[in-house]
């Protein structure tokens, strides 16, 4: 098996400059699953509305010096920085700089911000990656609990997440996030059942869909800036796919979002619908680092107008997602 070790889990800080900002301007990073059937649609029901009650909750609690040490205007240039592997402030959740109340707040946003499996799911994936687990990441607070763009950023090895209680209209989860497992056989990495569901739609191709949807190379993981309406995307295009085609993707695309919290997953759908629809989604699977020479394709993405998913599983996952309308 190949070396799960990779550059960009090597390195730090790495600006961002797509990232979607609601007047139509774009910043992101160079170095960014519908509800799962049963017990998961079950436990991202009952996740409260507003994931900002906790934040606020927590901003209150912070001494002076600690809200000099993770607190930022909310355009701070570290809220535009991606990576899949960096430290947003110096203190991690595990310091003695956090008191044991703030750091269940913390845990609590995690929770909040996810569905009940994919909150299971995360912090499998934290404690296999870092070496205290969740309390290795990191977090800032950028803005005032009352500004609209108020949102808690956690980040660390193989994972950015945002709490901003869905106040951005057209932005889904707050902005671009990472998610990750460093694990390089991918029969044990805990993103492995992703390709395994994505592949899933290659092989629903008939010959001449399949010669669209095959790229010999991918583009570079953090390249996700949203292109809006005139963009050019690889692959095959959902819209010329038969309608039972287009409902295997629609499921495909519920599995990728199902760890995410039920608010989050109807405004990326409430997204896409505003801009055409699975129709100007396009699909593609790269055939470099197909690890085992399986054809199961280890990297693809889903792209289109407002939505961009990017799947690296060779050495190991890097998955860079940003979702969000233009203008």
């Known amino acids: 098996m190949r070396d799960a ?85 110096d203190p991690t959740i595990g310091d003695d700089f956090y008191t044991e109340e703030q750091r269940k707040l913390i845990d609590k946003v995690v929770h909040e911000t996810t569905s009940g499996d994919g909150y299971d799911l995360l912090r499998k994936q934290m404690l296999a990656d870092a070496p205290k687990g969740f309390e290795s990441y990191h977090i800032a607070i950028f803005g005032e609990p009352d500004d609209k763009n108020f949102q808690l950023e956690l980040t660390g090895r193989h994972l950015t997440l945002r709490a901003d209680g869905n106040r951005q209209d057209k932005i889904a989860f707050g902005g671009p996030i990472v998610y990750g497992h460093g694990e390089s056989d991918p029969k044990q990495n805990l993103f492995h059942y992703q390709t395994k569901r994505v592949n899933e739609v290659f092989h629903a191709l008939d010959p001449d869909q399949a010669k669209q949807a095959l790229v010999p190379k991918a583009p570079p993981e953090s390249r996700v800036k949203i292109q809006g309406e005139g963009g050019s995307f690889p692959g095959v295009n959902v819209g010329t796919l038969a309608s039972d085609q287009k409902e295997l993707v629609e499921s495909v695309l519920k599995t990728l979002l199902a760890p995410y919290r039920e608010q989050d997953v109807k405004e990326v759908f409430r997204i896409l619908k505003a801009t055409g629809g699975l129709n100007k989604l396009h699909m593609a699977f790269y055939q470099e680092d197909d690890l085992d020479d399986d054809k199961v394709w280890d990297i693809w993405r889903v792209e289109g107008p407002s939505f961009v998913w990017h799947f690296r599983g060779a050495p190991h996952v890097h998955a860079y997602i940003n979702i969000g309308v233009l203008g």
């Open 5 to 89: 070790n990779c550059p960009e889990c090597q390195s730090d800080l790495v600006d961002r400059r797509e990232f979607v900002k609601r007047a139509g301007a774009t910043t992101l990073a160079a170095t960014a699953t519908l509800p799962l059937v049963g017990a998961a649609a079950t436990s991202q029901a009952a996740q409260p509305a507003d994931t900002n009650s906790t934040v606020k909750q927590l901003h209150a609690s912070l001494s002076a010096d600690q809200r000099k040490e993770i607190c930022f205007p909310v355009d701070h240039k570290l809220r535009h920085r991606i990576s899949a592997n960096w430290k947003i402030t």
